[in-house]
């Protein structure tokens, strides 16, 4: 049992290029999210799916989409990467009956030059 | 919007003392956890406790959910106990959690 988990782990893009990063968990949960993790803060969440199929925005969607084809998997794309989005970027799930108790994967450090 | 502040910002011990960490919420919240990010980034559940004391080895925690504060007791430390520790509180008819500042526990043989 994974749990959740993320690829890649590390990433550097250029300004402008684009990237998908991937998260999948093996706990059959309903919900799934992406935060973002800049230093010394807390995480602030981007996107959330509350089933597959379906997308929602949080916190700080502005330059990233996802998608949710499979129960499984959530995807975070960034179309046209910008040196602010360098970050820490975690993926978490939680299962239907109690969306607020959530299980975090390991983490993306990706680096925008 | 909720407000989620965490004290001390920052916490230094010998391996051997005991701490307190405190949440502060500025609003009604349907659960609260607390996690433990360790030196490597990695996120661990600690706690979900909307309410009460529970208690796990040497941590122990307590929400006082009318009062609007949440306290992480940690005892006898460890450097492994070093990193920082969040608190997020979920909101009534959300699916989101809103995470604190975090403090972060430094250790010291």
């Known amino acids: 049992n994974a749990g959740v988990t993320q690829t890649p782990k590390f990433r550097v893009l250029k300004t402008g290029q684009s990237m998908t990063l991937l998260c999948a968990q093996d706990m059959n949960h309903e919900y799934m999210y992406w935060y973002r993790q800049d230093p010394g803060m807390g995480l602030r969440l981007i996107h959330y799916s509350v089933g597959e199929g379906t997308t929602a925005k949080g916190e700080v969607p502005d330059g990233y989409n996802v998608s949710r084809l499979k129960k499984q998997n959530f995807l975070l794309g960034l179309e046209s990467a910008a040196p602010s989005q360098t970050s820490v970027y975690f993926c978490?799930?939680?299962?239907?009956?109690?969306?607020?108790?959530?299980?975090f994967g390991p983490g993306t450090r990706l680096t925008v030059l | 919007g909720i407000q989620v502040e965490q004290s001390p910002p920052d916490l230094i011990l010998q391996e051997g003392a005991n701490s307190t960490l405190r949440c502060n919420f500025s609003d009604s919240v349907n659960n609260l956890q607390w996690f433990h990010q360790n030196p490597w980034g990695q996120l661990i559940n600690l706690f979900y406790i909307p309410s009460g004391t529970k208690q796990n080895g040497r941590l122990s925690a307590t929400t006082v959910a009318t009062e609007r504060y949440s306290l992480l007791y940690i005892s006898s430390s460890q450097t492994t106990d070093s990193g920082v520790y969040f608190c997020a509180v979920g909101l009534y008819n959300t699916d989101k959690l809103i995470f604190g500042t975090g403090t972060r526990l430094q250790v010291f043989p």
């Open positions: 978490a799930s939680s299962y239907l009956g109690d969306p607020n108790e959530q299980f």
